[in-house]
């Protein structure tokens, strides 16, 4: 039987919710599963090309991430998709309100998608939301 597609939505800005996204995007991509990512509100802004400034701590284990030098949900997100083929795609009415052009964004996220086309595509998939 094949796995059930993953369909991740993502828009938190604080970096706990940022790894778990990463964390399971990646353990999905990496184990077969076709993984779909949509990035959005507070976490697009993460994802602009060149940013390396990390995300705020939403509590203790956010700063031990840290400091035990955990890999960071960028390269994890960025990992989904070179060796799983995960699909990272970010949001267009987020890009719209931030005035951002897709050219801004890291290379390895998709072309800009609408969440309704987003929910339509993956009617059928494991939907979370970090």
Do not use: W
């Not at 094949?2 to 999905?28: D, F, W």
């Not at 800009?112 to 993956?122: V, Y």
């Amino acid at each position: 039987m094949a796995a059930k597609p993953i369909g991740i939505i993502v828009v938190s800005g604080m970096r706990e919710r940022l790894q778990m996204a990463a964390m399971t995007a990646a353990v999905g991509a990496v184990s077969g599963n076709a993984v779909t990512v949509f990035l959005s509100m507070n976490a697009l802004g993460h994802f602009v090309r060149g940013r390396t400034d990390d995300a705020p701590f939403e509590g203790a284990f956010g700063k031990l991430l840290a400091e035990k030098n955990a890999p960071g949900f960028r390269m994890l997100f960025e990992q989904a998709v070179d060796l799983g083929g995960a699909r990272i795609f970010p949001c267009s009415m987020a890009m719209d309100v931030l005035g951002l052009e897709r050219e801004a964004l890291e290379p390895y996220l998709s072309e800009p998608l609408g969440l309704t086309k987003f929910l339509d595509e993956h009617a059928d998939a494991q939907l979370l939301t970090f």
